[in-house]
């Protein structure tokens, strides 16, 4: 058993298909049939049940399956304490990140990291909160970026910051002298805007639900006229005057958007989240890791 054998059928067993997972390895598709037939003969299983449709694992591939993400954890972590001996002369960092957040938040802090440690070299994953727990759960990734509430029993975290949740409506929108008032006084914002059309990121983000709960506690369930997974769409759709939405301050700040639209603080204390990194409990960290985490929290800091 070599690393390619396992990661040949790691992929297979995660695109359920030879032929997505050969474009995936960038190899043919018969080639691809062929070095998962031989491993299966020198094994003397079937890792797979090429009848089903899509094609799944038989019990020996998933007894297969679980053992080689565990091979290659350990090999990333030993990976890891190696680089760590090294001095920083050479290494990895895999970070998970979402949408959101690699949209306005990474670009900074990587180009900086690259100038102090030119030989770590940074991969960064996208993904919803879920497919990133996943990646970790597999060992490929060493931890993600996330908002509290996440699952204390697999994971340990580092905050980053505190980030509040803002009510964006469109500039000259004529509610907003209301707004403005309301704020002066203390009073939720986010009930002026009750009958208001709403533009909200997809299920899949956190983001979501927690415009969903606000407005909730706020007394009313929004109008949502729009939903996109493109948080930049987001912006320049309320911006635009196509409806209202809640968006983090830290985005507001960093995101380099022409545009803005009005923002108002919400009363609200779940208006305010956690950001922290999320990494496996027990699981081996890195020098390289540590370094970016400080310098992560340093700039977010400075901002």
Not at 2 to 10: A, I, P, Q, T
Not at 159 to 166: G, H, P, S, T, V
Not at 209 to 225: D, H, I, M, Q, S
Request: aromatic share 10%.
């Amino acid at each position: 058993m070599d690393f390619r054998s396992l990661k040949y059928v790691l992929e297979v067993a995660e695109q359920r298909s030879f032929s997505k997972a050969a474009e995936k390895l960038i190899i043919a598709q018969p080639s691809l049939s062929q070095y998962i037939k031989s491993i299966e003969e020198k094994l003397g299983v079937k890792l797979f049940d090429r009848n089903a449709n899509p094609i799944r694992l038989t019990p020996e591939g998933e007894l297969y399956v679980k053992t080689a993400y565990k091979i290659l954890a350990e090999w990333n972590e030993l990976d890891m304490q190696l680089t760590d001996i090294t001095n920083l002369q050479r290494g990895r960092i895999v970070l998970g990140v979402s949408q959101l957040r690699s949209s306005f938040m990474m670009a900074k802090i990587i180009a900086q990291f690259k100038q102090r440690f030119p030989h770590i070299d940074i991969y960064f994953v996208e993904g919803t909160i879920s497919e990133l727990e996943d990646l970790m759960m597999k060992g490929r990734a060493d931890m993600f970026i996330t908002t509290k509430p996440y699952n204390e029993v697999y994971y340990d975290s580092i905050k980053i910051c505190m980030e509040d949740l803002l009510l964006a409506v469109p500039p000259g929108h004529h509610l907003i002298k209301k707004a403005k008032q309301a704020v002066e006084k203390g009073q939720n914002v986010l009930k002026i805007f009750s009958r208001e059309p709403f533009v909200l990121p997809l299920p899949t983000q956190r983001l979501y639900y927690n415009t969903l709960t606000l407005c909730r506690n706020a007394g009313f369930e929004p109008k949502v006229v729009i939903q996109t997974e493109n948080i930049a769409t987001v912006v320049s759709m309320v911006t635009e005057g196509l409806g209202c939405t809640l968006l983090p301050n830290t985005l507001i700040k960093n995101g380099n958007y022409l545009h803005l639209p009005e923002c108002f603080p919400l009363s609200d204390p779940l208006a305010q989240r956690e950001v922290v990194f999320a990494y496996k409990k027990g699981s081996y960290m890195s020098i390289a890791a540590k370094k970016f985490i400080e310098l992560t929290i340093k700039l977010t800091e400075e901002d």
